[in-house]
């Protein structure tokens, strides 16, 4: 069994380096949306520190492992917001950590409906060590380290209100070849677009609903779609579920400890052939946030 699982290990990160580098995903993407879309920067009317702890496929060697953090916030008056954000990527042989700054500007459209462009910028360090693959058994000389850096630049849009909201973006719209030019090796870390909406229900004075939508193209990956739905209970408790299309199906549990601070938690369970090596994937969330000219007290959104 550990032999037939190493081949699985191998083939896959062989796959990985051989082809494509992909963005990190997130189940709670939503408590974390500056991630993918810059024009979210400042869009809470906050300053804003978010951190998430991701470990996937728990029991599978060499699994994905993500560690992001991110700061946003709105400067002034005048509809501006600005964002920084570092991500660390993990899988097998390859570790890839980003560093990005976010500007963003939202216009008044109507009396509720608020619209926001945003762009980024910043930089990704990809390095693959090719003797984490076991060279006993690839043994192949074209299997080169890679150590690159690549430059990131991404945009988005983002409408809003206070109980709706639709995204549109690419976090890093440039196509970079990581190529060894004494070997074959090579990643190519292709460009990612998301779109993102959801819409927030009054069921009665202390429940609410709010039902998600992301979907991501990537070129020559299939479409994936994320749909949750969570529940906010008296604006403390969420409890949640989502559905990764022909991927997972996940948990999600999150508490508002207090009005500046709120912690998530989300399991995944595997619905692939994948599931039946791995104990599923873990997601930590943490959020505090810190008044501001803007808005002069925290008043929890669920968005």
Do not use: C
Request: aromatic share 12%; charged share 15%.
């Amino acid at each position: 069994m550990r032999s037939r699982i190493l081949v699985v290990v191998i083939g896959i990160f062989v796959g990985v380096v051989a082809h494509a580098q992909q963005d990190s995903q997130y189940t709670q993407y939503m408590y974390n949306t500056i991630t993918i879309n810059p024009a979210y920067a400042g869009s809470r009317g906050l300053l804003g520190l978010n951190g998430i702890y991701r470990s996937q496929w728990i029991g599978f060697e060499g699994a994905p492992e993500t560690l992001a953090f991110s700061m946003n916030s709105p400067i002034g008056r005048g509809g501006l917001g600005a964002g920084l954000s570092f991500t660390s990527d993990k899988v097998g042989p390859s570790s890839e950590n980003m560093v990005a700054a976010d500007i963003s500007y939202t216009i008044q459209t109507s009396d509720r409906v608020k619209l926001s462009f945003g762009i980024k910028a910043g930089f990704s360090s990809l390095d693959v060590d090719m003797d984490k693959l076991n060279p006993e058994e690839i043994n192949d000389p074209g299997m080169q380290d890679i150590n690159r850096t690549a430059p990131v630049i991404g945009a988005g849009a983002y409408l809003h209100t206070n109980k709706w909201y639709i995204g549109l973006s690419s976090p890093n719209f440039l196509e970079t070849n990581h190529y060894d030019d004494v070997s074959v090796s090579s990643v190519t870390e292709k460009a990612h677009f998301y779109l993102i909406g959801g819409y927030v229900f009054d069921l009665n004075s202390s429940l609410k609903l709010k039902p998600a939508v992301l979907t991501k193209a990537v070129v020559g990956a299939p479409l994936a779609v994320d749909v949750s739905a969570n529940l906010l209970f008296n604006d403390r408790f969420t409890l949640g579920a989502a559905y990764r299309w022909d991927a997972a199906v996940s948990g999600l549990l999150g508490f508002q400890v207090t009005d500046r601070l709120m912690l998530g938690y989300a399991y995944d369970y595997d619905t692939t052939e994948l599931g039946n090596y791995n104990q599923g994937s873990h997601e930590i969330f943490l959020r505090f946030e810190l008044n501001t000219i803007i808005r002069n007290t925290v008043n929890p959104r669920f968005f």
